[in-house]
């Protein structure tokens, strides 16, 4: 079972578009979230009706539900979104595509703020219409200065390192720097792969921001 979470506005492409992409079986849901108020009702209910008439041709048992979400306060807001998640069963599939701007920020900080149980995070794109799989950056690591200054040395070699090269450049023991790369792997910070008997390994977008912090 998979949960689809979506904002929509008055496209209804940037909601279709990505469940078609992805697949959908008869006891996934699907989940829209908009405004508690908007400028134009009826072309939102409008986008939501051609949502729900597509999951009907494709899926008939497929649940479609509305939230709607409070947004004059952007700190309500997200932490609606949040609860939002929360209650989302099974496979978690996220779409950051479409819908109001005063929604859509907040749910965005939100998923964020949840990317660990977030499974897929699709992107419907209004300049090429193609969508797009995210890969979202684990931004509430806090790290150690011994596994940060790994993570430092990983940036200052660049590219794809091993991990002799890693000990040399950060002055630690191997066993040291081997422990360090893999708690960093488990924050999603840093890809490994091995080619023979070395293990190489690169910094992700996770890594990055997180050393942009320090």
Known sequence: MRTYLSPIGFNSTSVTRPLLRHGLDMDDRVVVVRPTEGTDEARSKEAIADVRRL???????????????????????????????????????????????????????????????????????????????????????ELSESVAKTLAAIEQLGGKTSIPELTETGEQAKSTVTRHVTELESHGAVVSEKQGKIKYVSMTLTGELLLGRR
């Open 55 to 141: 999951l009907g041709e494709i899926e008939p048992k497929i649940s479609l539900s509305v939230e709607r979400v409070p947004h004059d306060e952007f700190e309500e807001a997200v932490l609606y979104c949040r609860d939002i998640i929360h209650a989302a069963e099974g496979e978690l599939v996220v779409n950051l595509s479409g819908g109001a701007r005063d929604v859509f920020l907040p749910f965005a900080t939100a998923v964020l703020s949840e990317s660990d149980r977030v499974s897929r995070t699709l992107c419907f794109s209004d300049i090429d219409g193609r969508v797009r799989e995210l890969s979202l950056p684990n931004l509430s690591v």
